[in-house]
């Protein structure tokens, strides 16, 4: 069964209850998600949700891609598909697709995503696409694996970085990579 509107505001009421304050920041998602409108389809323009992983390796390093779309480092993820079944499913597709990292060796750290961002996408011209919204949900995860082949077609490269210039380069999000 696809990834519902349901779905996606049950999982982000369970991360408000884990980061109270962050109630206000996502304020207008939630009142977007209240509405119930397909928000896992990416040609949902006025939002639609996308996924992260954020992998973690001994404890100590974080892994990130170099992503094409946007020309800078970022955590492995994406566009949910209509076979995804759940969030947490999804951010594993995509960081393997993304990483060649093996599924069989990578541990979700908590079922509750560790970040919810909202945020305005420039328009791609190039995929039929205007300026809209992604409500990025992301997971962590921890694995003892390396990288395999990477999805050229959507990254140039994927490197392990020590947390803290994970976080310099990519946010504060980075920061809850290690929470469970």
Known sequence: MAISDSDISSTLSAYL???PGEVVLLSEPV???SQGRDFASRRNF???ATVGA???RGGAEVLLVEHLAYGIPL???GHLEPTDVSLIDAA???LTEETGVDPRKVVPASQTPVYIEYGRVPARPAKDEPEH????IGYAFVTDADVGRIQESEVRGAAWYPLAEAERLVG???ARAGIS
Do not use: A, N, T
């Not at 919204?133 to 990025?136: I, V």
């Open 17 to 19: 209850e884990r980061y």
């Open 31 to 33: 009142q977007l998600l």
């Open 46 to 48: 006025r939002m639609h």
């Open 54 to 56: 954020l992998l973690v």
């Open 75 to 77: 955590q492995p993820g």
């Open 92 to 94: 594993v597709r995509e």
């Open 133 to 136: 919204h992604h409500l990025d």
């Open 172 to 174: 504060h999000r980075i």
